[in-house]
C-alpha cells in the first residue's frame, strides 16, 4: 500500500534513512514531515513502512521525486508506477527522479519505463542522477531471466587470424556502426596495431566476443580517463557473463595504465546495452541529444575507486 505520511513516520523513516545510503534522513525530508508531510510517500507492506520518498510539483507543472529510500526495489518500483499514474492522471508535464548515483538497480526500472537521463548533481558530497520521463519514450522492453550457468572464456589480445571472425560479431551486433562486414574488417585490422587494446572473450578456441579501448585522449576526455569504443558478444553466447568479464579485464588494463575511470557513450534506444552498464557499475552523467546520427547518446561512466 502507498499512502502519504504522517508526523508519527517519523522514527520509522528515520530507522530506515539511518540504514540507507543517505546515512540519515536528509534535511528535505526532515523538513517536509514536521511542516508539509503530505509530500512525503512512504510504501507498506505487512503494515510495516519498507519504502519512501519525497514528491512535489514545481510551478512549471513538473513532478518530482526524490530522496527514494527502500528495503527492497520493489518497493522503489512501486513508488514510480504510483507516481507515474499521478503524473498521467494530474497532466503533469515532466516526471523527474533524483537518485544516489549507486542506485543501480532503482536506474534499471527506469530505463524500462522510458526514463531518460538529464544531468548530475553534487548535492551534500553524494553524486545523484536526475532522469525524467515525459512519456515520449516508451520502449516496450521485457527483460527475460538470468541464465543460470555463466560461461568460462579465455581472455586474449587481439591477433591477425581474429579479422574474419571478429568483423562478423562486430557487424551483426552493431550494424549501425558497421553496416558493411568491411567496415567492420577494417576497424579490427586497425585495432591490430595496438592488440593490448583489443581484448578478445574465447570460448572452445573461437572469439566470442570482443572489447574495443581507445589509447586516445578525446575532447570531452582527459589523459585520466579510458574510452571503451565498442564491445560485442556473438548473439549466442550472451546473458552468460561474456561481457562482464571483458569489461573487468578492460579496467583492469585501464588501471594498470593509471587511469581513473573508463567512459562509453550509449544509443538511448539500446534498452539492453544501458542495462548491461548499469548493472557493470556505470552511470550516466551526459544526455546528448542528436549525438549519433540517428539517435541520442548517453555517456556513461565508471570510476574505477568504487569497484
Ligand atoms: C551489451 C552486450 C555486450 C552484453 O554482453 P553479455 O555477454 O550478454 O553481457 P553479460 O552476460 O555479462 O550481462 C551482465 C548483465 O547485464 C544485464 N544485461 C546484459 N544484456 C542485457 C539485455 N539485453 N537486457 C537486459 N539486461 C541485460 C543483465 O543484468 C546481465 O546479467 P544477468 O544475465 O545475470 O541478468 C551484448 O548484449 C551485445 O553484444 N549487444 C550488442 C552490441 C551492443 O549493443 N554493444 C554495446 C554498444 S555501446
Not at 30 to 46: D, F, K
Not at 56 to 78: E, G, H, I, R, T
Not at 285 to 305: E, L, T, V
Amino acid at each position: 500500500m502507498i499512502r502519504t505520511a504522517e508526523k508519527n513516520d517519523v522514527k520509522i523513516l528515520a530507522a530506515l534513512y539511518n540504514e540507507s545510503i543517505y546515512g540519515k534522513t536528509p534535511s528535505l525530508v526532515s523538513w517536509a514531515l514536521r511542516t508539509v508531510p503530505e509530500r512525503i510517500l512512504v510504501v507498506e507492506r505487512n503494515r510495516k513502512i519498507v519504502g519512501a520518498a519525497y514528491t512535489d510539483v514545481c510551478d512549471y507543472n513538473n513532478l518530482w521525486s526524490s530522496y527514494f529510500v527502500f528495503k527492497d526495489v520493489s518497493d522503489a518500483k512501486d513508488l514510480i508506477d504510483h507516481l507515474m499514474k499521478i503524473r498521467e492522471e494530474k497532466g503533469h508535464r515532466n516526471f523527474y527522479v533524483f537518485h544516489p548515483k549507486e542506485y543501480a538497480e532503482l536506474r534499471v526500472e527506469l530505463i524500462i519505463r522510458g526514463f531518460l537521463p538529464e544531468c548530475l548533481r553534487k548535492l551534500d558530497r553524494m553524486d545523484y542522477i536526475i532522469e525524467s520521463y515525459d512519456s515520449s519514450f516508451k520502449p516496450d522492453y521485457k527483460i527475460t531471466p538470468p541464465q543460470k550457468r555463466k560461461l568460462r572464456v579465455k581472455i586474449r589480445k587481439g591477433r591477425k587470424e581474429d579479422v574474419k571472425p571478429l568483423a562478423t560479431i562486430l557487424h551483426k551486433s552493431l550494424p549501425r556502426d558497421f553496416e558493411k562486414l568491411q567496415n567492420a574488417k577494417n576497424c579490427v585490422k586497425y585495432w591490430l596495431k595496438e592488440p593490448k587494446y583489443m581484448i578478445v572473450a574465447e570460448y572452445n578456441e573461437c572469439p566470442i566476443g570482443v572489447l574495443l579501448l581507445s589509447s586516445e585522449i578525446g575532447p570531452v576526455t582527459d589523459k585520466n580517463v579510458g574510452m571503451l569504443c565498442y564491445i560485442a558478444v556473438d548473439e549466442k553466447y550472451r546473458r552468460k557473463g561474456v561481457g562482464t568479464t571483458l569489461i573487468e579485464e578492460a579496467c583492469g588494463i585501464l588501471r594498470q595504465d593509471g587511469k581513473s575511470n573508463i567512459e562509453v557513450d550509449v544509443n538511448m534506444r539500446n534498452i539492453g546495452a544501458r542495462i548491461f552498464y548499469a548493472r557493470n557499475g556505470f552511470y550516466p552523467f551526459w544526455y546528448s541529444r542528436g549525438y549519433m546520427p540517428h539517435n541520442d547518446g548517453i555517456f556513461h561512466r565508471k570510476d574505477f575507486n568504487s569497484i
